[in-house]
């Protein structure tokens, strides 16, 4: 069974360009979360997709932005891009369980996208 | 959302276990344990979950104190390979309608592995 798949993997933007990275979620998993990762803030929740609909939102400004399409692969999106951006920006991908159990809910997580801004 | 607790780093010798603890003292009845692993240059990598009994896997075992306010993540033989920062966290109800809430990481644990 294929992985999480990010790409690009690696790219470089200036300030005030604006970025878009694409995620292939495991074959039937039909939800999908962005994070970013930065060596000060550590991990953090962006986003969370499910049926094409943002279920669940983190602490980002609305430059940072995502949707899903209805083969379940995401794409994020970051807009007039500033140094403090850049960062690992990961994927992950789930089969939902129902909200009672959700708790249980496990996540795959792609390699990474790694996003510098000069 | 309820925080966990980890030591900043742990060394281990090759081959011999390595138990990882986790401090989670405002757990709530429906969060679930998850650890989950991060080598270096790749995304975090599930390991194991639990919500009150102990857990075993191939990777490793999770042992959770009966109170639930702790749990330790037992990796029974380290390799080189297992070298990575830890991870536990609460995972408990999604927020709404087909949300199955978010992970909150910590700063996790990072393991060392002397061969």
């Known amino acids: 069974k294929a992985g999480v798949t990010q790409t690009p993997r690696y790219l470089i933007k200036t300030r005030g360009q604006q970025v878009t990275l694409s995620c292939s979620p495991i074959?039937?998993?039909?939800?999908v979360s962005w994070y970013q990762q930065t060596p000060g803030q550590g991990l953090q929740f962006l986003f969370e997709?499910?049926?094409?609909?943002?279920?669940n939102k983190g602490n980002f400004p609305g430059r940072f932005s995502g949707r899903q399409f209805s083969n379940s692969r995401s794409e994020m999106n970051v807009s007039t891009l500033e140094l403090g951006d850049s960062a690992l920006y990961l994927c992950?991908?789930?089969?939902?369980?129902?909200?009672?159990?959700?708790?249980?809910?496990?996540?795959?997580f792609g390699a990474g996208s790694r996003l510098t801004v000069l | 959302d309820a925080k966990t607790t980890q030591p900043n780093s742990m060394e281990s010798n090759e081959e011999e276990p390595v138990h990882l603890p986790c401090n989670h003292s405002?757990?709530?009845?429906?969060?679930?344990i998850h650890w989950y692993r991060q080598l270096p240059s790749q995304g975090p990598e599930y390991v194991i979950h639990?919500?009150?009994s102990n857990v075993n896997n191939r990777m490793a075992s999770l042992a959770i104190a009966e109170d639930r306010k702790s749990s330790t993540l037992i990796l029974h033989r380290a390799t080189l390979r297992d070298a990575a920062v830890y991870y536990c966290?609460?995972?408990?109800?999604?927020?709404?309608?087909?949300?199955?809430?978010?992970?909150?990481f910590g700063k996790g644990t990072k393991l060392s592995v002397k061969p």
């Open positions: 992950a991908s789930s089969d939902p369980l129902g909200q009672v159990n959700s708790g249980a809910n496990v996540l795959t």
């Open positions: 074959s039937g998993h039909r939800s």
């Open positions: 639990g919500l009150t």
């Open positions: 405002t757990i709530s009845g429906t969060d679930y």
């Open positions: 997709y499910f049926s094409e609909t943002q279920r």
């Open positions: 966290i609460l995972r408990g109800y999604g927020n709404y309608g087909g949300s199955q809430g978010n992970l909150i």
